[in-house]
């Protein structure tokens, strides 16, 4: 599975981005996306998911209420809506696959990851 993240970019507080992951290879197995984000000096840390097929979703209690992961209308393509951004969401957002249904919230559950998309949010 090949992963691709796009829409990044630079918002003020209180703005709103949406973020696409294209999904391309053996999308037949996945079973979750998941998105992570990686601030400077800090871990990589989960930030919401979605399984495949039932759409399942689960949020960090950082994001929840602000934050949307949805499929998309495109085939194999997941976005993650980013509202009312704080200067704490900078940060590198990546998005990540995983074929079995383990803890959507630990790194090692997704074996393939996307390059990652830059989100700077300006106070």
């Known amino acids: 599975v090949q992963l691709q993240a796009s829409g990044g970019g630079l918002v003020h507080t209180g703005g709103s981005l949406r973020l696409s992951c294209a999904a391309s290879?053996?999308?037949?197995?996945?079973?979750?996306v998941g998105w992570f984000r990686q601030a400077p000096g800090k871990e990589r840390e989960f930030i919401a998911a979605?399984?495949?097929?039932?759409?399942?979703?689960h949020y960090a209690d950082s994001v929840k209420g602000r934050f949307i992961i949805g499929r998309d209308n495109a085939p194999n393509m997941v976005y993650l809506q980013l509202n009312n951004l704080k200067p704490e969401d900078t940060a590198v957002y990546y998005c990540?696959?995983?074929?079995?249904?383990?803890?959507?919230?630990?790194?090692?559950?997704?074996?393939?990851w996307g390059q990652g998309t830059l989100v700077t949010v300006s106070s």
């Open positions: 979605l399984t495949w097929s039932q759409q399942i979703t």
């Open positions: 990540a696959s995983g074929t079995y249904n383990n803890n959507y919230a630990l790194r090692g559950s997704y074996p393939y």
């Open positions: 290879g053996r999308t037949f197995s996945i079973f979750r």
